[in-house]
């Protein structure tokens, strides 16, 4: 008999992942998710920024037309969901498509987010992995600096 087991040439596992966390962040537990760190102010009546990185798989095709359809359709799927258009950004040597989006949460009120994708194609499946920062919509210009600089330290490894 022949012993298999995850992850392996065939099925590949998760790459690994890591990234800078600010001062005052700290990691959580977030279902689906390879890492979630957030925002720790304590007290807070707002909000909380914070950072979730994921990882899927997707058959082939997975560009930026699969991208912009995924994105539409979770904004469609809340109050008021708006997508921005799609970006370019690279990082770490691998190239990332994403795109801003907001929409209105009953709780937090307006809620923005910036996704990112970076693939790696395996015969007819995309290793895909996903970086999400949201953040709340009245604090844009303090917390989406501090995300885009965790996202520029995204390190991804093959």
């Known amino acids: 008999m022949t012993r298999i087991s995850y992850p392996s040439e065939v099925v590949p596992g998760p790459p690994p992942v890591s990234l800078d966390m600010p001062e ?13 760190i957030r925002d720790d102010a304590q007290g807070a009546d707002h909000f909380l920024a ?8 997707r058959l082939a ?17 809340r109050r008021d969901g708006q997508v921005g258009a799609l ?3 690279s990082v770490g040597g691998r190239e ?21 994708f970076t693939a790696q194609r ?4 995309f290793d895909v992995v996903q970086v999400t920062g949201s953040y709340a919509g009245s604090r844009r ?18």
Do not use: C, M
Request: no cysteine.
């Open 24 to 36: 005052g962040w700290t990691q959580v537990w977030a279902p689906d998710t390879l890492i979630a």
């Open 50 to 57: 914070n950072v979730v990185v994921r990882y899927y798989q």
């Open 61 to 77: 095709p997975f560009g930026p037309d699969e991208i912009q359809a995924e994105l539409t359709q979770y904004a469609q799927q």
């Open 87 to 89: 970006k370019q950004l």
């Open 96 to 116: 990332w498509l994403g795109a801003d989006l907001a929409f209105v949460d009953d709780q937090a009120g307006t809620v923005g987010q910036v996704h990112w």
């Open 122 to 125: 395996h015969n007819d499946v």
């Open 141 to 158: 210009e303090q917390d989406y600096a501090t995300i885009d600089a965790i996202v520029d330290s995204v390190r991804v490894n093959p």
